[in-house]
């Protein structure tokens, strides 16, 4: 018997209560009861997006959700600014390149935060920006973007948006959505919604709404206008993916039983845990200036093989953490804090993690890592 | 109390073992765990698609297969035949304009399936036509196109493909994709397959692919080229729908055991009942000369409001069945038998039917249904 436990930066953990109603008997779409669970559900997206505008609920992964923001707020040839400091910032310039954008791209060193200003002084030399797409937390690097700096730009200009990508900071953070003026905000089931992948929701601003009036790029099954006049009818324009929609309003709800505040402060403890734990280990953050609060990187040990890590923590210990990608594959290890986690969480990630670096013979002292976590996570007591 | 049953032509009931083993905890889908899984589902669905070809497994609906297949296997201004013989027919058309391609349609009755002839004829006439768009069942009216007539049309030409959504079609009736030479074939998880909604699968066959060599429509979600390279290493470009995949390997894996020969004659035997009983009952098919296994749809009453018929049946009686669409609305119903369906299913669907006609004051003699149904039903046994 092995237990096995999940703390990679999504799929996160589905809350057994949850993973059970969703199991509930197949509803037909088109039915008074389902409509009445698709409408609060959608209802209760605007909690978590906190906004009075429509939030979109798409069967697909984040990706589809990203794909929509390019395909039905731009045009081909329209020109925007692409905030690249990794994997899921490079994803912004391939979508937005495939429509036919043209791409001017602040390429961020990975597990640093883009600088507002180097954004600004571009947007002052190119005009003819017409968005900023970025990541609120760049999830390859673990390293938060500074959006309520960049929303100051573009806020008062009815020519350009922002439009972030929250796919593992939405409900994580603060990401406040009409009150910094953020114009298309994206997330996904299966990170803080602690729900198995297969949607990805969409706020939307009026503004975004405007530039959606004026787009020209082809769509279909991503298609926000057709969407959110669907909404206002309860559904979708497509069938819905039903039990995902039933755990979808499961947890919000949950969520809003909590408080956004509580929320974010928890995933706050979680993460400041996690760093103290690592440092106390001698880890050096891969993402030290501007961590995100949603999964926390660290290089591994000089002499240390981060692909056989995480093999070993996963297949002998049965923890399942993440590694590094691309230019940081087996350099770094990505212990995630989002969703359905809890202080325990923390304390079985950083055990394991003290556990399997010994037994690869790497210097640990036992113990020093979880105790630096515990005394952080007694804050929550 | 009030028991619920649904029988309507999805989303299809799902079996209570899968709906328990797929709220098993959450995999993390980078792993062997999860890659032996997705391969094993990817394996079997070939088994059901009766081809040796890949089959793409999607996170999306149905829809997101039919837009995929035409982003991927065409090019704006190609032309493409469209046969549109109702709801889903029209979305072919739809979806192609949206994607700068040029329809030629052939306008079918609601009720009636495609004339081969009159295809042949336009294919003789337009050389240029580089697609056949159709349906294998379409859903909005119970008929069933000829497919392998078509087939016939277009597997001996290098530059035709036949493209077939049998998203109510696949695991229902016979459509052997190899054999015929069906180019690309569409389901989705909520139709045979006994799943909730949120998976598309794509068969392809090696000239959908020349063809999507030469396709240059725009697209990034939906990236045929990506999924099959992704498939090849038992993954899929982006995060997969973990919990309906595990869904799927267990209904694929129950599918092969059933035997599809079984399968269909399950379907069919089915289909045949619900057809005698609602003839006992003196209600008109919509669809008589081509009926598809998956639903019967019939005309309802002279005087009876279908509407309040599907509402009455479904409020007062707990069985969702399904009306008629667009220019059907308030004058068909649609009785479901596809999935996970057995004989009492349709005892279910034909009683309450009786019952409902009866309390709207339809003339109904108890019992004439249900022992026509009975009648077809007990060759099971």
New interface residues.
Partial sequence: MKK?Y?L?P?????PETV??E??????????PQFSAIFAEAAEDAKYLFQTQQDVLIL??????GM?GC?TNLFSPGDKVLVVNGGKFGERWG??SE???LKVVEIKVEWGTAVDPKAVEALLEKEKDIRGILVQASETSTTAAHPIEALSRLTRDRDDLLLVVDAITGLGVFNLPMDEWGIDALIT?S?KALEL???LALVGLSKKAMKFNEKST??????DFKKEKKNLADKTSA???????IIGLRAVLKSIKEEGLENVFARHNRLARATRAATQAMGLKMVAPDCPADSATGVFVPEGVDGGKLVKMI?DEFGV?L?GGQDQWKGKVLRIAHLGYVDTFDVVIAISALEMALKKMGAKVEFGRGVAAAQEVLMEGY
């Fill in positions: 096995r999940l990679a999504g799929p996160t953990p589905v993973a059970l969703m199991a509930q008997p197949m509803l037909h779409h088109r039915t069967a697909s992964t984040g990706t589809g794909e390019i391939k979508i495939a429509y036919g996904g299966q198995p992948p297969g790029c082809p769509r279909f099954y991503f497509y069938t819905p993916a039903v039990s995902l996963r399942t993440a």
